[in-house]
């Protein structure tokens, strides 16, 4: 949701280093990018459409300067064009700026700077800023004062990152937007998320909500509204430059859901063991909750839905909220804990939902890929994942490792009977797993059914919201209708959509009384003459009434869900690959969603 980038302490090579990082956040939005150095003037480049278009407009410029800020953008206030694209500048063109987020008084305050004097070309919230930072350079104050100034006035959310020209300083502030700061010995960097900077520097500086940054060739000081200096803590980084490479995959989507297997490993690594049927999840081992609320968006939505899964299974009341509606459906809150499952760490439904909870009183834990993200740092208790960056915007990787990590705090915060087969098939799974993606046969599939008006997933009990992911998957990667539904609930209307041109996947796994009912509903599917895929792990008699069969190994059906999702991943990138879709960026989507 909108990437930005600054840098300073890279000499000739700041152009360079300010689009290498844009490439970096592409995944944040790809609408429009630009970047902007700083000298005894501002010069600034900016184009809609992709990194790769900014590059080709960048190559006819000459831009000079040590100093920069860059900016890759998802559209909120205003099309994607030149004109709305950042940075932003004020009407004297010294001042750049760069956002992150939603100004939710810019109306107010353009209204009052066009009244002054001021000249707008843009329709979006950002151009409100450089221009009241011109008015109080024009009043006197200096550059860091009046950005200062200027951050006061702002109501929403923001990462902005502005330049000033005559002045060698990048300055950044942040309000319920990312900012991290990467340190390096002679140059220091500020980002939407590491990726930007990791293959310069591993040290990092998270910036919370409040703080105001400013760098300079003298290094970096993070202060707080009042001008205080704060002292904070450099981390580092635990993943490899390389990571955020394709390794030689044409897609950072394949690559993602082959790591799968690696992706599990790490989650689990550390947390079982097998032996003593236990697992180690550390402090949270001691939360007892006596009643869990979920709150998540998309794919991570789907994660908490199995989550709740395995809470009401151990007997403790459990309820999966999209975080867009909890805030205003206040159920009963009682003691219970509240878990915000969401990858990024970022998305802004998701902070909202576990921020209403702590005003209410709650317990909150984030189930989180990123550390140091903002879930992680508001929660009371963060369980990390631990899959490695994902850079696709469709989530895969991360759905696999949600599963496993909601598995363990299940275990780890509850009783179950079945503890021992659990984690036994937690221990198997990530080999498991490579047998789907070593034999699976969605590529066959897709290449029949590329052409399909609409695709149908169901499942119940533990597949049901892997037949909801499923479908949003094929949706958001190949732009063609695709549902998911709970098998029971086809014949409750949706059955009506179904055609010879319609593939219903069912997801069959073991051979109990769910099991049974999903294969009524196939029966029901196949005498309308839709072609089934079944994905099953050959317990059931399904593959009678299938048309096409994707195995999975026999396992646990909470492992399976992990299992079935991985062949219908690899059926929707294969049938979006043969579509000639954008897979890692599609259409009018970002990675991290940081706007309500
Ligand atoms: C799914 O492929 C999407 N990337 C999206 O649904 C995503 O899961 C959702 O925006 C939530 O993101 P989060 O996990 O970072 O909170």
């Known amino acids: 949701m909108c990437g930005i980038i600054g840098c ?34 501002i010069d600034l480049c900016k184009h809609s459409g992709k990194i790769a278009d900014l590059r080709e407009a960048l ?62 070309t843009s329709d979006t919230d950002t151009e409100v800023v450089p221009h009241l930072i011109e008015d109080a350079l024009e009043a006197g104050a200096d550059a860091e004062d009046a950005v200062r100034e200027t951050v006061d006035r702002l109501e929403g959310s923001y990462a902005v990152a502005v330049v000033v020209a005559g002045c060698d300083s990048v300055f950044a502030a942040r309000n ?28 990092v500086v998270y910036l919370a909500d409040g703080e105001f940054a400013r760098l300079n060739g003298a290094g970096w000081t993070v202060t707080d509204t009042d001008g205080n200096v ?15 490479g394709k390794s030689g995959y044409d897609h950072f989507m394949l690559k993602e859901i082959h790591e799968q297997p690696r992706a599990l490993r790490q989650c689990l690594r550390g947390r079982v063991d097998e032996l003593a049927g236990t697992v180690d999840i550390g402090d949270l081992g001691d939360l007892s909750p006596t009643g869990v609320q979920f709150v998540a968006c998309g794919t991570s939505y789907h994660a908490a839905l199995h989550g709740a899964q395995l809470f009401r299974e151990a007997g403790i009341p459990s309820q999966a909220f999209l975080a867009s509606e909890y805030a205003t459906a206040t159920p009963p809150i009682g003691d219970a804990l509240v878990v915000g499952v969401t990858q990024s760490g970022e998305t802004a439904d998701t902070l909202s939902a576990l921020r209403a909870a702590r005003r209410r009183g709650a317990r909150t834990l984030a189930v989180t890929n990123v550390v140091g993200s903002t879930a992680a740092r508001e929660c009371d208790h963060a369980l990390y994942i631990r899959a490695g960056p994902e850079i696709g915007v469709a989530a895969t990787k991360t759905f696999a490792s949600q599963l496993a990590a909601l598995n363990l705090l299940a275990l780890g915060t509850s009783t179950t009977g079945d503890a021992r087969q659990v984690i036994s098939a937690l221990r198997d799974l990530p080999g498991h ?164």
């Open 8 to 41: 300073v302490g890279r000499g000739d090579e700041t152009l360079d280093t300010l689009v290498h990082g844009l490439s970096k956040l592409e995944y944040r939005g790809y609408d429009s990018a630009g970047v902007a150095l700083a000298n005894s003037h």
């Open 176 to 203: 319920d937007s990312p900012l991290v700061l990467g340190i390096d010995d002679d140059a220091t960097y500020l980002a939407s998320d590491v990726p930007a900077f990791r293959d310069f520097t591993d040290k």
């Open 433 to 596: 797993v490579q047998e789907v993606l070593d034999e699976s046969a969605a590529q066959e599939v897709a290449e029949l059914y590329q052409d399909a008006n609409a695709y149908f997933f169901i499942g119940r009990g533990y597949q049901e919201p892997v037949a909801l992911e499923g479908a949003l998957k094929m949706k958001e990667i190949t732009y063609k209708h695709a549902e998911g539904f709970a098998a029971g609930e086809l014949k409750h209307g949706p059955l009506a959509l179904v055609t010879e041109n319609t593939p219903v996947f069912a997801i069959v796994t073991g051979d109990d009384e769910r099991a049974r009912k999903t294969i009524g509903n196939v029966k029901e599917v196949e005498a309308r003459d839709a072609p089934v895929v079944a994905i099953t792990d050959g317990q059931s008699d399904v593959e009678r009434y299938a048309d096409h069969v994707l195995q999975i190994p026999e396992t646990h059906p909470r492992a399976a869900a992990v299992l079935a999702n991985t062949h219908l991943q690899l059926v929707s990138y294969h049938t979006a690959a043969l579509l000639g879709r954008n897979i890692d960026k599609p259409r009018n989507l970002a990675k991290s969603v940081t706007v309500e």
């Open 230 to 244: 704060i002292e904070k803590d450099i981390d580092t980084v635990q993943w490899d430059p390389e990571e955020t």
């Open 59 to 120: 190559s006819e410029r000459t831009l000079s300067g040590s100093v920069g800020i860059g900016h890759t953008r998802w559209s909120t206030h205003g099309p994607p064009t030149d004109e709305n694209a950042h940075p932003h500048q004020d009407c004297t063109g010294d001042v750049a700026v760069v956002h992150n987020g939603i100004i939710e008084n810019y109306q107010s305050l353009r209204d009052e700077l066009v009244s002054a004097g001021h000249t707008f």
